[in-house]
């Protein structure tokens, strides 16, 4: 049985790094908005699926994929000023629901534009599978999984060390003291959407290769980051990454040793559990915010 | 004071919706009794990849007997439903159809539990229900008011196993979607396996929204099988392909009917040359015979399919087209009467439809065989008839 | 305070009055099998609902309502059917057994707060759905459970849909009192501690778990019941009707009614049951050639433009145009009724 090990970790990777990109979309609304965008997977799908589209008008990768990227920015930002701005100050729960709303609508869209079959995207850069240990892995994992540690890096730095990263803290921290100061915290999270919503296209043109784009991969997507960003403790992007990883090495554990079928049951046991013994979060000390 | 604005633009907006939406039907001009067939597909939800091209294929037929005219100066009406994938909502379509729209019979239930549902309520009710659903059980034992037109799973799985005897498999293991299609293709595989001495050495679920399924593949290759066989639809289909190669098995892949289009071939890449799978005639019909009593009618099928809806046909709306031709058949000969049309169709013998040439009985409410699939190639990115 | 609590008495009393009546006089006019049915879902819907608000009252809401509406139906269908108990036996079994499972699940979910609570439930959701395809010998896996025993109420089988819509509704009238009841009196008034503020419940003596989790246990029941009749009266089950998509269509219908307002579990689940037919039905003949795929998009459209103009449910969105056309039309009394309080009434 160790014989399965490598392959196992390895697929645990390459799912994981999926998890990690979008609950790092999840992460950056949270961070500024205080609540939780169920439409963040259906950026994911909608940057496939425009990718896709825009591979036929025989453009090369790079310049399709950029371009599918800055209509789902547009999209993002759209999302926030016609659908999430009018309801803030409601109870977090109508947010919630109106994200649902919008990736309700988002879903209904790409079904009509695309129709139900899944669209492909070429592998980044083709070639043989690399084989590690006894295991393989595809270079578009790797493709995954370096995208999701410079994002990462990207971001802290971002918040770190850059005065709009800083303001974006702010307002987390303190929408008051910030309109004080003259930050606009409606512009911030028109900016978190808008950069999120790219995040999230991005995640699902990297991923698109191994998995397939269709209408409705965005639920899915949404809801395995989602675990991954609760584990990672909500706040803290590098430890969403790491709690999306977690999530991916449990299910390929899991459905490698225990049981093919019980992947995703098993998942949300983790989260439970993750829930139950340590509220803020198992990788992250800070303080729960309250939405 | 925002706030009672805001509430007001609310009302404006509400009252504008209302009233848009109750609009009352207008009339249809000079239809006098319209002959009206009732479809409930899942053209939302899980199952919309089929259920689409199903409601597309409703449509085109629509727009083909309506520019004919109806039927005995009679216009034929295909009212459309979207159950969304939901077994209650199909069930209360198909209610709606009965018992508001009137129809004389319906068509429909993309997935099983969808087609169970309206099935026990065509019993119910007594009127002719076409399922356009492959589980086993919707016509074994036979029901009075229900006809399956899909080849059944245990049909697909026979003609799939004519592959594992033909490349002299003695031992196969068996990755499926954990759903009734999967769990149908399981039961099926495994009985006429035992049949042909062929031994189902290891079987692997996996999940609809499975991204990598290396997992279940590295499990099933420690069983070391002669061939692999994979129940399921893309992209988890695709991806067990992909898997499958990548982790350097090289015992051959036998899919289900459910890969029978091009989304497969596209998404499993290099990986999808040589896979072998059960598929009505619909996909290979360049290369069938000039004699094949159904080349004349899926070519035409394929044809005006894609004109209508710009996008290339598939088996799942072939099903569709053989229950609603199906009906106007009986209904063109035995006259638009619910007993009199279900007498018709339970002997229509020689029915050329797109899944095969339909041999009803009253033992026997699918009327189609091995005989009516063939085993379709993937070569060089395109579909060739088996040996 | 006095006087606006009699008010609020004599409206319910007076509004269950007219839904008794209503409902009465309603397949008289409305007796298709469609009409009956739909009315049957939104009755059954609205028992699963009025769970979720019940939920509402304490602060806590719920991703996990189809679960228990799933158990009800599965553990009522496999006892009848596999042990040949009468189905009006197993019916109240059913919620006994569900009632448990939920104060099994609620002993370690109801002390997260509010917003894990969510997460914790979405996963029960998933979990439960997930081991109904799984247990495929007992469950009888995706493709369902066929062939459940009809129900049969003293010596009279209960089978047509008249015969349901008489059941159902007897039974979301009963379950409509209970609630009114519950959250007007006592334990009405401690949720609502609760749900101002928990800290401040507790100071003031209220013992907040014990109530949050007689809110969850009922608010299962309420659901296993709409669960169990719905197995005995379809008579097919299947695990996709219990699925995510479905607790997330029964938290819509919640929020669309009003989360903390017993009517809003009704007034919610009619709304969105007969908006959905109302859409799907209509639509295809304002824009001919129109499908499904166009409805899924114009439903979120719409559910967006509500949670925007009426946050707190429609039931209060009325009210609120009213008492806003009321003090349009006599200035002199504004400033009533400006502040929200945040029960809903």
Same mark, same amino acid.
């Given at each position: 049985?160790?014989?399965?090990?490598?392959?196992?970790?390895?697929?645990g990777? @390459?799912?994981g790094?999926?998890y990690?990109?979008?609950?790092?979309?999840?992460?950056?609304?949270?961070?500024v908005?205080?609540?939780?965008?169920?439409?963040?997977?259906?950026?994911?799908m909608?940057?496939?699926?425009?990718?896709?589209?825009?591979?036929?008008?025989h453009?090369?990768?790079?310049?399709?994929?950029?371009?599918?990227?800055?209509?789902?920015?547009?999209?993002?930002?759209?999302?926030?000023?016609?659908? !999430?701005?009018?309801?803030? &100050?409601?109870?977090p729960?109508?947010?919630?629901?109106?994200?649902?709303? !919008?990736s309700?609508a988002?879903? &209904?869209?790409?079904?009509?534009?695309?129709?139900?079959?899944?669209?492909?995207?070429?592998?980044?850069s083709?070639?043989?599978?690399?084989?590690?240990?006894?295991?393989?892995?595809?270079?578009?994992?790797?493709?995954a999984?370096?995208?999701?540690?410079?994002? !990462?890096?990207?971001?802290?730095?971002?918040?770190?060390? @850059?005065?709009?990263?800083?303001? !974006?803290?702010?307002c987390?921290d303190?929408?008051?003291?910030?309109?004080?100061?003259g930050?606009?915290?409606?512009?911030?999270?028109?900016?978190?959407?808008?950069?999120?919503?790219?995040?999230?296209?991005?995640?699902?043109?990297?991923?698109?290769?191994?998995? &397939?784009?269709?209408?409705?991969?965005?639920?899915?997507?949404?809801?395995?980051g989602?675990?991954?960003?609760?584990?990672?403790?909500l706040?803290?992007a590098?430890?969403?990454v790491?709690?999306?990883y977690?999530?991916?090495?449990?299910?390929?554990?899991?459905?490698g040793?225990?049981?093919?079928g019980?992947g995703?049951?098993? @998942?949300f046991?983790?989260?439970?559990?993750?829930?139950?013994l340590?509220?803020e979060?198992l990788?992250?000390?800070a303080?729960?915010?309250?939405a | *004071?925002?706030q009672?604005?805001?509430?007001?633009?609310?009302?404006?907006?509400?009252?504008?919706?209302?009233?848009?939406?109750?609009?009352?039907?207008?009339p249809?001009?000079?239809?006098?009794?319209?002959i009206?067939?009732?479809?409930?597909?899942?053209?939302?939800?899980?199952a919309?990849?089929?259920?689409k091209p199903?409601? +597309?294929?409703?449509?085109?037929?629509?727009?083909?007997?309506?520019?004919?005219?109806?039927i005995?100066?009679?216009?034929?009406q295909?009212?459309?439903?979207?159950?969304?994938?939901?077994?209650?909502?199909?069930?209360l379509?198909?209610?709606?159809?009965?018992s508001?729209?009137?129809?004389?019979?319906v068509?429909?239930?993309?997935?099983?539990?969808e087609?169970?549902?309206?099935?026990?309520?065509?019993?119910?009710?007594e009127?002719?229900?076409?399922?356009?659903?492959?589980?086993?059980?919707?016509?074994?034992?036979s029901?009075?008011?229900?006809?399956? *037109?899909p080849?059944?799973?245990?049909t697909?799985?026979?003609?799939?196993?004519?592959?594992?005897?033909?490349?002299?498999?003695?031992t196969?293991?068996?990755?499926?979607?954990?759903?009734?299609?999967?769990?149908d293709?399981?039961?099926? *595989?495994?009985?006429y396996?035992?049949q042909?001495?062929?031994?189902?050495?290891?079987?692997?679920?996996?999940?609809a /929204?499975?991204?990598?399924?290396?997992?279940?593949?590295v499990?099933?290759?420690?069983?070391?099988?002669?061939?692999?066989?994979?129940?399921?639809?893309?992209?988890?289909?695709?991806?067990?392909?992909?898997?499958?190669?990548?982790?350097? *098995?090289?015992?051959?892949?036998?899919e289900?009917?459910?890969?029978?289009?091009?989304?497969?071939i596209?998404?499993a890449?290099?990986?999808?040359?040589?896979?072998?799978?059960p598929s009505?005639k619909?996909? /290979?019909?360049?290369?069938?015979?000039?004699?094949?009593?159904?080349?004349?009618?899926l070519?035409k099928?394929g044809?005006?399919?894609?004109?209508?809806?710009h996008?290339?046909?598939?088996?799942?709306?072939?099903?569709?087209?053989?229950?609603?031709?199906?009906l106007?058949?009986?209904?063109?000969?035995a006259?638009? +009467?619910?007993?009199?049309?279900?007498d018709?169709v339970?002997?229509?013998?020689?029915?050329?439809?797109?899944?095969?040439?339909f041999?009803?009985?009253?033992?026997?409410?699918?009327?189609?065989?091995?005989?009516?699939?063939?085993?379709?190639?993937?070569?060089?990115?395109?579909?060739?008839?088996w040996? | 305070?006095?006087?606006d609590?009699?008010?609020?008495?004599?409206?319910?009393?007076?509004?269950?009055?007219?839904?008794?009546?209503?409902?009465?006089?309603?397949?008289?006019?409305?007796?298709?099998?469609?009409?009956l049915?739909?009315?049957?879902?939104?009755?059954?819907?609205?028992?699963?609902?009025?769970?979720?608000i019940?939920?509402?009252s304490?602060?806590?809401?719920?991703?996990?309502?189809?679960?228990?509406?799933?158990?009800?139906?599965y553990?009522s269908?496999?006892?009848?059917?596999?042990?040949g108990w009468?189905?009006?036996?197993?019916?109240?079994?059913?919620i006994?057994?569900?009632?448990a499972?939920?104060?099994?699940?609620?002993?370690?979910?109801?002390?997260?707060?509010?917003?894990?609570?969510?997460?914790?439930?979405?996963?029960?959701?998933?979990?439960?759905?997930?081991?109904?395809?799984?247990?495929?010998?007992?469950?009888?896996?995706?493709?369902?459970?066929r062939?459940?025993?009809?129900?049969?109420?003293?010596?009279?089988?209960?089978?047509?849909?008249?015969q349901?819509?008489y059941?159902i509704?007897?039974?979301?009238?009963?379950?409509?009192?209970l609630a009114?009841?519950?959250?007007?009196?006592r334990?009405?008034?401690a949720?609502? $501690?609760?749900? $101002?503020?928990?800290?401040?419940?507790?100071?003031?003596g209220?013992d907040?778990s014990r109530?949050?989790?007689?809110?969850?246990?009922?608010?299962?029941?309420?659901?296993?019941?709409?669960?169990?009749?719905?197995a005995?009266?379809?008579?097919?089950i299947?695990?996709?009707?219990?699925?995510?998509?479905?607790?997330?269509?029964?938290?819509?219908?919640?929020?669309?009614?009003?989360?903390?307002?017993?009517?809003?579990?009704?007034?919610? $689940?009619?709304?969105?049951?007969?908006?959905?037919?109302?859409?799907?039905?209509?639509?295809?003949?304002?824009?001919p050639?129109?499908?499904?795929?166009?409805?899924t998009a114009?439903?979120?459209?719409l #559910?967006? #433009?509500i949670?925007?103009?009426?946050?707190?449910?429609?039931?209060?969105g009325?009210l609120?145009?009213?008492?806003?056309?009321?003090?349009?039309?006599?200035?002199?009394r504004?400033?009533?009724?400006?502040?929200?309080?945040?029960?809903?009434?």
């Amino acid at each position: 049985m160790l014989a399965l090990l490598p392959q196992l970790l390895l697929t645990g990777l @390459t799912v994981g790094s999926i998890y990690a990109l979008v609950a790092l979309g999840f992460v950056l609304i949270y961070n500024v908005t205080g609540f939780l965008n169920f439409a963040q997977g259906e950026f994911s799908m909608l940057g496939a699926l425009l990718c896709a589209t825009v591979l036929t008008w025989h453009l090369p990768l790079p310049l399709a994929a950029l371009l599918a990227v800055a209509a789902v920015c547009l999209l993002g930002a759209a999302t926030e000023r016609l659908a !999430v701005e009018p309801a803030y &100050g409601s109870h977090p729960l109508t947010l919630i629901i109106i994200t649902f709303g !919008v990736s309700m609508a988002f879903r &209904g869209l790409a079904l009509m534009v695309w129709g139900a079959d899944p669209y492909p995207l070429p592998e980044f850069s083709p070639g043989p599978v690399l084989v590690l240990l006894g295991g393989v892995l595809t270079r578009q994992a790797l493709w995954a999984i370096g995208f999701s540690i410079v994002v !990462v890096g990207a971001l802290f730095f971002f918040f770190a060390h @850059t005065v709009p990263g800083a303001a !974006v803290r702010a307002c987390a921290d303190n929408p008051f003291a910030c309109r004080l100061v003259g930050i606009s915290p409606r512009r911030m999270a028109l900016f978190a959407f808008t950069l999120s919503a790219g995040l999230g296209a991005a995640a699902g043109i990297v991923i698109t290769p191994i998995t &397939g784009a269709t209408y409705d991969m965005g639920l899915t997507l949404g809801l395995k980051g989602f675990v991954a960003a609760v584990i990672g403790g909500l706040t803290n992007a590098p430890a969403a990454v790491v709690g999306g990883y977690l999530v991916g090495l449990i299910e390929a554990l899991t459905t490698g040793y225990l049981a093919p079928g019980y992947g995703s049951a098993i @998942t949300f046991l983790v989260l439970l559990a993750v829930l139950f013994l340590e509220r803020e979060g198992l990788l992250h000390g800070a303080r729960r915010r309250q939405a | *004071m925002q706030q009672l604005r805001r509430r007001f633009t609310g009302i404006v907006l509400a009252a504008a919706v209302a009233a848009g939406l109750l609009l009352p039907a207008w009339p249809v001009l000079g239809q006098g009794a319209a002959i009206k067939i009732g479809t409930v597909f899942a053209v939302t939800g899980p199952a919309s990849s089929l259920g689409k091209p199903e409601k +597309d294929t409703a449509a085109m037929l629509q727009a083909q007997y309506a520019a004919e005219g109806g039927i005995g100066g009679r216009p034929v009406q295909i009212l459309t439903y979207d159950s969304e994938t939901d077994p209650t909502k199909a069930l209360l379509l198909m209610k709606k159809a009965v018992s508001e729209d009137s129809v004389i019979a319906v068509v429909g239930g993309t997935t099983s539990p969808e087609s169970q549902a309206m099935a026990d309520y065509a019993m119910q009710v007594e009127i002719p229900f076409m399922s356009v659903a492959a589980s086993t059980t919707l016509s074994v034992p036979s029901r009075m008011w229900v006809f399956q *037109m899909p080849q059944r799973n245990s049909t697909a799985a026979a003609k799939a196993m004519e592959y594992l005897v033909g490349v002299h498999a003695k031992t196969f293991a068996f990755l499926y979607r954990n759903d009734d299609f999967g769990q149908d293709g399981l039961v099926a *595989m495994q009985t006429y396996g035992s049949q042909r001495g062929i031994t189902l050495v290891d079987s692997e679920p996996f999940a609809a /929204v499975d991204t990598d399924l290396s997992p279940q593949v590295v499990r099933a290759r420690a069983a070391n099988p002669d061939a692999i066989v994979v129940w399921s639809t893309p992209p988890t289909a695709s991806i067990a392909a992909k898997n499958i190669r990548q982790l350097g *098995m090289q015992a051959p892949i036998l899919e289900s009917h459910g890969i029978a289009n091009k989304a497969f071939i596209q998404l499993a890449g290099p990986a999808a040359e040589g896979v072998v799978f059960p598929s009505g005639k619909l996909l /290979v019909v360049g290369q069938l015979s000039g004699t094949d009593p159904q080349k004349p009618l899926l070519e035409k099928y394929g044809r005006d399919f894609e004109a209508a809806s710009h996008y290339a046909a598939s088996t799942f709306g072939g099903h569709a087209f053989d229950g609603i031709t199906m009906l106007i058949d009986a209904i063109r000969h035995a006259g638009p +009467d619910r007993a009199k049309i279900r007498d018709y169709v339970e002997h229509l013998r020689g029915f050329v439809g797109t899944g095969g040439v339909f041999n009803m009985s009253p033992q026997d409410h699918n009327g189609l065989s091995t005989k009516d699939m063939v085993l379709v190639a993937i070569r060089d990115g395109t579909w060739v008839i088996w040996k | 305070m006095r006087g606006d609590r009699s008010e609020r008495v004599r409206r319910d009393q007076i509004g269950v009055a007219l839904l008794v009546v209503v409902m009465a006089v309603l397949p008289v006019l409305l007796s298709t099998a469609y009409a009956l049915t739909l009315l049957n879902v939104i009755g059954l819907y609205t028992l699963v609902t009025l769970g979720l608000i019940l939920l509402g009252s304490s602060g806590q809401v719920s991703l996990g309502q189809a679960a228990f509406y799933g158990l009800g139906a599965y553990a009522s269908a496999l006892l009848s059917k596999d042990l040949g108990w009468p189905p009006e036996t197993t019916i109240p079994l059913a919620i006994l057994l569900v009632a448990a499972a939920a104060y099994v699940v609620g002993l370690p979910t109801l002390r997260l707060a509010e917003h894990f609570f969510v997460l914790a439930t979405l996963g029960v959701g998933i979990i439960v759905n997930v081991l109904m395809v799984q247990l495929v010998p007992l469950t009888g896996g995706a493709s369902g459970l066929r062939d459940i025993p009809p129900l049969v109420i003293a010596g009279v089988r209960v089978a047509t849909d008249r015969q349901y819509y008489y059941l159902i509704w007897t039974l979301v009238v009963v379950a409509l009192i209970l609630a009114r009841n519950i959250t007007s009196h006592r334990t009405g008034r401690a949720l609502r $501690a609760i749900l $101002a503020s928990e800290v401040g419940a507790a100071a003031l003596g209220i013992d907040v778990s014990r109530y949050k989790m007689q809110a969850f246990v009922l608010s299962a029941s309420y659901a296993a019941l709409a669960g169990a009749v719905y197995a005995h009266y379809i008579r097919f089950i299947s695990p996709s009707p219990f699925s995510l998509y479905a607790s997330l269509f029964f938290l819509i219908m919640a929020v669309v009614g009003g989360l903390t307002n017993i009517w809003g579990g009704l007034v919610g $689940a009619a709304a969105v049951t007969v908006l959905d037919q109302v859409i799907r039905a209509q639509l295809p003949r304002v824009l001919p050639r129109i499908g499904g795929e166009y409805q899924t998009a114009i439903y979120g459209i719409l #559910l967006v #433009l509500i949670m925007i103009f009426f946050p707190s449910g429609i039931v209060r969105g009325a009210l609120d145009i009213r008492r806003a056309l009321g003090r349009v039309h006599a200035t002199g009394r504004a400033g009533h009724g400006a502040a929200e309080p945040v029960d809903g009434e």
